[in-house]
């Protein structure tokens, strides 16, 4: 069974500033996918960026980066120049490719508040 | 395009009764997958359709369950509700799950007096 833990319930940071979530993660599949989930107060879930573990390159979307170390099992995601909506629930998410598993394993989430 | 539409968005009810959620999901997409968020367990998957097809089943007790239809769209049922189903019931669709983005809905917030 896949496992995604988040160590960091809370988190907070001034606007402008960088800030990075911690998330490990722990399977015995070669081939999968990572994610981060963004969670806006009372809004829907959106996705953040996307990881293919075959690739050793570390995603990037616009202001937001990982850093993915497979032999690790750790997958941190970056926020640059944070703004105030990225005041949000941050979910890291895992789900091996192929197979006939048909689920999300999400750690349970870091509330990230940034400030004025 | 519409998004993933899920009703109804808030609803109350009493111990022992049942409830069901419906969820629409995003026109071309066939997976759909339920998803319990409480505050302590945080987001736990209770099932995933495809084509009217229960694919995976979460650690949920039998009160809990779901069907899809020939639309895509897809409803779940919690029977004899206890106390501890007081939730926010997250449906999200995708085209096939395969590579794992999921589009959400705003979700059903069900609390249980």
């Known amino acids: 069974a896949q496992t995604v833990t988040q160590s960091q319930p809370e988190m907070s940071v001034q606007e402008a500033e960088t800030v990075t979530l911690s998330c490990t993660y722990d399977t015995s599949e070669s081939n999968y996918y990572l994610f981060w989930y963004k969670q806006p107060p009372s809004r829907q879930m959106i996705l953040v960026i996307r990881?293919?573990?075959?690739?050793?390159q570390n995603a990037t979307e616009n202001r937001f980066s990982v850093n993915f170390q497979k032999a690790a099992k750790s997958f941190s995601l970056k926020i640059s120049d944070s703004q105030l909506g990225d005041t949000a629930m941050y979910f890291c998410?895992?789900?091996?490719?192929?197979?006939?598993?048909?689920?999300?394993?999400f750690g349970k989430g870091t509330l990230l508040t940034v400030n004025p | 395009k519409a998004g993933v539409t899920q009703t109804p968005r808030y609803l109350i009810k009493t111990r022992g009764q049942q409830v069901t959620l419906s969820c629409s999901p995003i026109?071309?997409?066939?997976?759909v997958s339920w998803y319990q968020q409480t505050p302590g367990q945080g987001l736990q998957f209770l099932f995933e359709y495809f084509s009217e097809t229960q694919r995976n089943k979460g650690n949920f007790p039998g009160r809990f369950s779901g069907r899809q239809f020939s639309n895509s769209r897809s409803e779940m049922n919690v029977s004899t509700l206890e106390l501890g189903d007081s939730a926010l019931y997250l449906c999200?669709?995708?085209?096939?799950?395969?590579?794992?983005?999921?589009?959400f809905g705003e979700g059903s917030r069900l609390t249980v007096l």
């Open positions: 999200a669709s995708s085209l096939a799950l395969v590579s794992g983005e999921l589009f």
């Open positions: 026109s071309g997409h066939r997976s």
């Open positions: 998410a895992f789900i091996p490719s192929g197979g006939s598993n048909y689920k999300l394993t």
């Open positions: 990881q293919e573990a075959y690739k050793q």
